[in-house]
C-alpha cells in the first residue's frame, strides 16, 4: 500500500451557502452590461479568478476583511461567522457570493443577493443586492461589474420579478451601466437607525 499523501478536502470548510453549479450557467448576454475583454461567472478571463458562493473557510480567506473595506463588521469570531452562516442557509434566500484570488487564497470581491418572498404580484419574490465590494487594489479590473452581473443575473435566475439597490450618489452611472435605473418619485432611500452592535 503506497503512503502517498492525498489531498483531501475538508467537507465542512468547503461547504457552499447555496448550491455553485447554478452560477455557471447564467448567461452574461442577458445583462446589458458591457465587458472588455467579454468575462462571465464561469468564465471570469484569469485561471486564477474563481466567482463561487461563500464557504466557511472564507473566514480564513479574509472575508470579513474585505468586507471591512465597505463598513465597519465588528471582532466576529469565528463561532459567530459559523452561526451566521449555518443561520442563513437554514433560513434560505441569502446569496452571498465572492470573487476569489485562488492564487493567494483571498477573497477579493463580494456581493450579498438576499431574497424576499412577497404575498404582493402573485406570491412574487424580490431581490435584494446588498454589500457590495472589491479590494481596493483589485479595483478598475471589470471585477465590480462582475460579481454585480453575477448576483443580478442569479437574482433573476431564480425567479424574482426585480432587484433593487440603495447606493451613493457617486456610483448612479456604474449601476445604470449595469441595467439599474432611477425610479423618479420612487427613489428615495429613507432609514431609522438603530444602535449599531459593531
Ligand atoms: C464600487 C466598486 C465595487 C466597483 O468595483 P471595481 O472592480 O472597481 O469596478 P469595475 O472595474 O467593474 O468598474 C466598472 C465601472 O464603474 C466605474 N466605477 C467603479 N467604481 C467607481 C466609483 N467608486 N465611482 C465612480 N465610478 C466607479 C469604473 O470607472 C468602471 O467604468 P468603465 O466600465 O466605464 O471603465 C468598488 O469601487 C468598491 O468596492 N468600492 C467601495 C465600496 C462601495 O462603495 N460599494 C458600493 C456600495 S453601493
Given at each position: 500500500m503506497g503512503m502517498e499523501k492525498h489531498h483531501v478536502e475538508d467537507p465542512w470548510a468547503s461547504?457552499?451557502?447555496?448550491?455553485?453549479?447554478i452560477l455557471q450557467k447564467?448567461?452574461?448576454?442577458?445583462?446589458p452590461a458591457i465587458f472588455k475583454p467579454k468575462i462571465s461567472?464561469?468564465?471570469?478571463?484569469?485561471?486564477w479568478i474563481v466567482v463561487r458562493p461563500l464557504q466557511r473557510s472564507d473566514f480564513d480567506k479574509g472575508f470579513l476583511q474585505l468586507l471591512s473595506q465597505l463598513t465597519s463588521t465588528g471582532n466576529i469570531t469565528r463561532k459567530q461567522f459559523d452561526e451566521r452562516f449555518t443561520q442563513m442557509k437554514a433560513s434560505?434566500?441569502?446569496?452571498?457570493t465572492v470573487i476569489e484570488d485562488t492564487r493567494v487564497a483571498k477573497i477579493i470581491g463580494a456581493a450579498t443577493l438576499t431574497i424576499e418572498q412577497k404575498f404582493i404580484h402573485n406570491c412574487s419574490l424580490k431581490g435584494r443586492l446588498e454589500d457590495v465590494v472589491v479590494n481596493d487594489t483589485y479595483r478598475g479590473k471589470q471585477l465590480g461589474k462582475l460579481i454585480v452581473v453575477t448576483v443580478s443575473l442569479l437574482a433573476q435566475e431564480l425567479g424574482c420579478y426585480k432587484m433593487a439597490l440603495d447606493c451613493k450618489d457617486k456610483l448612479i452611472k456604474f449601476y445604470e451601466s449595469l441595467g439599474y435605473k432611477m425610479e423618479p418619485g420612487n427613489s428615495n432611500a429613507m432609514n431609522m437607525r438603530f444602535d449599531d452592535p459593531s
Open positions: 461547504e457552499s451557502l447555496y448550491p455553485p453549479d447564467l448567461d452574461f448576454s442577458k445583462s461567472a464561469a468564465q471570469p478571463g484569469e485561471d434560505g434566500g441569502y446569496y452571498v
